[in-house]
């Protein structure tokens, strides 16, 4: 449960203080009097280094020592009008998002990271009538947000619209390797960008565990990467906003107007370095599981099988490395190919065979996700492609990683499109539309890696100068 242990003394001024304000806010916690209890004090110092410090307040198993009423209301999610709470998990891209939102706005939220409070799963589970979903936000214990948009939060706690009135030299729509690196040359050379992420920052690469093709680094997880990315960026005097997502895009007199659901940016120059969305099979079954034991990133929802059985789908190097990764703690992995080979690199395929828990069913096509009364993934129907033989395979999850489609339908009447839907570029980086540039995953003869974007990055920002000179 939500536990607050309270070490204090009742002659203690900042423990009359710190009780005072909990009490007011309807906030329950456990008094425990140093001067009564020995073991007590000798938690208190081993807590603090030796030194007896009261108030020590432990929530949910983290210390705060003295804390005043501003840490305890950010600790506690308590402000003027609403008392917040945000069950999540820091691999969850969702969760940062929604994280980050509220610290724009400067709104004070407890967060319980699942992974580390046990007790908060059935919580959440219950909340989301048997789905673990994340993140689930509740407001005034009343008020219940599951994986909300920002303009839902904004609407829940009623924040006014804001305006956005500076003019930036450029505006990146997406915060992925390439949307960074485009950042981070063009602060350098004095411009000033603004990245705008519907999600989180990192795009596809945060949500991949283990990276060993980045130059630099024989082998570095995702979301370190693109942390490190994001850090750079800031430290040159970038400006990121997340969970932002583009719902008009104009232009008036020699400025791009970007609106997103709560404000409106101005910018000279416009980069699309959007990425790409995992492709679906589109098979019965895919659309109503999602989430319900259908996913498409081990990084985010991997670790909700630990110790169990899971099916992964596709034979790619994403497919491979991903599986990989869960054959680390899932109990068993089988692997699904369509094809009677494998298309990813030896690299991957050489680890498969030293890895005990992990099956390999080639050659066969996925036909259906089958669900428990429950409405839970249980089992998923394939067909074998010579002989036509039907058989089900059962887990207790499913991962699919077959490709992925470039988001880019915001913008077909906007920029040219080949026939896949990514978008084309000449010279540096430019498309069609004078002033707007593309770069990663997005365009037209991109290479899936965070090499190429980080690349296709730099390429933009000389597009941007050039156009800007």
Known sequence: MNTIQFYGADWCPDCRRAKAFLKENNIKFEFIDVDLDQAATQRVESINKGKRIIPTI??????????????????????????IVLYGADWCPDCR?????????????????????????????????????????????????????NEE???????????????????????????????????????????????TIGGNAFLTEKIENYPGFTSISGPSLMDKM?????????????????????????????????????????????????????????????????????????????????????GGNSALEEGIFLANFCKSVKIVHRGPKF????????????IKNISTHMNKSSLEFMADEKGLFKELKVEDNETQKQELLTADG??????????????????????RGFIKTTGLAQTSKEGIFAAGDCREGAIAQVAAATGEGVLASYGIKQYLK
């Open 153 to 199: 939060l904004r609407q829940a706690l009623q924040l006014d619209e804001v305006r956005e009135e500076k003019v930036f030299d450029t505006i990146i729509i997406g915060g992925g390797a390439a949307g960074l690196t485009t950042s981070i040359y063009a602060q350098r050379d004095r411009f000033d960008t603004l990245i705008l992420e519907k999600k």
């Open 97 to 149: 998002k929604s994280k980050s939102f509220l610290n724009d706005n400067n709104i004070n939220y407890q967060f319980i990271d699942i992974e580390q409070n046990e007790w908060s799963i059935p919580i959440i589970t219950k909340i989301n009538n048997g789905k673990r979903k994340i993140p689930t936000i509740v407001i005034n214990n009343e008020t219940i947000l599951v994986e909300p948009a």
């Open 230 to 314: 994001e850090e750079q960026a800031r430290t040159y005097g970038a400006t990121i906003k997340t969970g932002e997502e583009v719902v008009s895009f104009g232009k008036e007199k020699d400025l791009f107007v970007i609106k997103t659901a709560t404000k409106e940016y101005h910018g000279k120059s416009v980069v699309l370095s959007t990425g790409s969305t995992y492709r679906q099979l589109g098979i019965p079954g895919e659309k109503e599981l999602i989430g319900s034991g259908v996913h498409f990133c081990a990084t985010c929802d991997g670790a909700f099988y630990r110790d169990k059985d899971i099916i992964v789908i596709g």
């Open 343 to 354: 298309s990813a690199s030896e690299t991957y395929v050489e680890k498969l065979a030293s």
């Open 398 to 419: 499913v991962f699919i990683f077959i490709g992925l489609i470039p988001n880019t339908k915001p913008f077909a009447d906007l920029v040219e499109l080949d026939k």
């Open 58 to 83: 432990i929530i949910n198993g983290k210390s705060h020592t003295n804390p005043n009423n501003d840490s305890l209301a950010a600790a506690l999610g308590i402000n003027e009008d609403y008392h």
